[in-house]
Structures are given as C-alpha cells and as structure tokens.
C-alpha cells in the first residue's frame, strides 16, 4: 500500500470515528496533529469529506443518513473513482442523482463486488459451493469469484479475498483459477489462493498445481506440490514450504501466526470481524507475532494478536475497535 492509499484508509477510519464520537475532544486532537502530519493526509481527508458533502446535498426528505453503522464498511476507495468518473452529474439536477448513487455504495459493503460476482460470502460468513462439474469451492468471509464451466472449459476468477478448491479432475477440460495476475492450473489438488493488497497467495495442500505470473524480468512458471506456496506481487516473488495441514485452516475458524507480521494478521482478521479495526499507531503493523488464534472470535483474536506487542484494544464504538499502543 503506497502513501496515498494509507493516507485514504486513515482517512475512513477518521470520519468512522468522528460521526461517531462528534464530542469526543481527545479523539478530535489526536485527529488534528493526524491531519496536520502529512500532504498526504489532508488531501484523503479532503476526498473523503467531499463524498459526504454529496450525500447531505440531497434534499432532506431523500437524505440517507450517512453515519448508520453499515456506511463506513463500505469501500469508499471505489466511491472516490466511482464520482471522479461520474463528475458530469454534480451540476443541476445530477446532485441528487450522484448523491443517492454515493449513499447506496457506501450503505451496502462490497456492492460492485457483490454485483459482479456469481458468489459472494459476507462478512463473518464462510460460504461452501458444489460445482457442476463435481468441484467444490469454500469461500472465505467477504470473498467473490465469478464462473464459466462449459463442456470445454472450467475457470473461475477470484475477484476479492480467499478460497479453497477442491478440484474434480478431468484432463479434457482444465480447472484454471485467475486472481488477479496470477493463473493456477489444476493437476488433481486441494489448493487455497487468496488475494490481499497486492499480492496473490497460492498453497497447495495435495496434488500438483501449475502457477504462471506475468512478473519482471521474466513470467513465473512453477509446478506447486502439496505443502508448497507462492507469493507474488508486481515487483517480487516469495515461496516456501509449510505443513499441508495448515493450508486452509481459515476454514476450521483458525488463523495461525509463524512469525508473520501484525499488519498481515489484522488483514486476514478483517473480513471475519463485523466492527472496523483501526491500527493508530503504524509502526505495530510490521511487528512479528507466532500464535494460533480463534477467528470465531475476532475481537478476542485481535486482543491476544497485539498484546505481546504491547499493543492495547480501546472499543470506542459498538462498531469500531480502536489499536493503540502505550
């Protein structure tokens, strides 16, 4: 995530806060001297007050209000691009119409998504599909694919967060799973990809599966076997081994830490968390933690994931958890 980006998701988490606790005086200073840091930060805050001005534009008999607790889950990153395109509409009657178009994205988390996608599971919610040609598909929480089986072809594309495919082998038609660059050609497996920022995760727990990437210098093109993974992003590669059992185990409701770094950990939390989690403090993000924990029970995950960092949790809303170091 470059400056911009966080300086943006900052952004979000502010004005969470702030409609939320519009008297709380601490929280307004800690906002402020956030505000006063950086270019960066003022510019994502003006964006994302912009959107709300929007939304109070319409007239009051129509207004959405945009402090419900659904509204700041949403992916206001795809409103910012969504109105820039759209700008035309804010002049004369388009207000309104550009107004009820921001309030409907912003009430309903992962809309865009949702309407593209074939299958979606919502937030907290591992969702198991049986596919036509005897695959089966586990979805994680707040994760999308679309799909194209014909008596020619199988190929799934991951649009948004983790799956695990159990693959039904058939040689006259290969099972192909795009996520983003990445392309995963079944050779008979069990196989997990998840797609976080900008990196696309392959693992393998059994069988063979064939990863190809279109990566600087040269494409990637590794055979993976059970017990194998690939990381890879638009400047690196990473890979690895660990034990075939731990390969999906998001699906038991366990997520578990090998000296992995927190920001990584709180980012696979997310999507199995109801409230927005808000890391103030940066610098915790690249601490490493090793531990198994319960993603039944993610508020009691994300305490015992940042407490050997002397990282403390401040509930400052029903809806919002607050990361805060001493």
Sequence with gaps: MDENQEAEAQAIDWSLLLNEEPDDQALRREFEKWLSEKPAHAMAWKQVSAISDIIRSAPPDRQIDPVRPMVFQARIQALVFFLQKRWRLLSGGGVVAAAFCAALLLMVPDLIT??????????????????????????????????????????????????????????????????????????????????????????????????????????????????????VSDTDIGSGTLSPEAIGAWQEGVLIARNDGVGDMITALRPWSGKRIVVMNHTLLSRRVTGVYDLRKPDAALRLLVSPIQGKIVPVTPWANLVVSP
Aim: aromatic share 6%.
């Design 114 to 231: 949702r309407l593209l996608a074939d299958q979606y599971a919502p937030t907290g919610t591992i969702r198991t599909l049986h596919l036509a040609d005897g695959s089966d598909v586990v979805l994680a929480p707040r994760s999308a694919i679309s799909i194209r089986i014909s008596a020619q072809e199988r190929h799934i594309n991951l649009m948004q967060g983790e799956a695990f495919f159990t693959v039904h082998h058939d040689n006259s038609r290969p099972f192909v799973v795009q996520a983003g660059k990445v392309r995963a050609q079944d050779i008979g497996t069990a196989f997990d990809i998840q797609i976080a920022h900008h990196e696309t995760t392959v693992q393998v727990r059994d069988g063979v599966v064939h990863v190809s990437a279109p990566t600087t210098p040269q494409t990637y093109e590794h055979d993976l076997h059970g017990g194998e993974w690939v990381r």
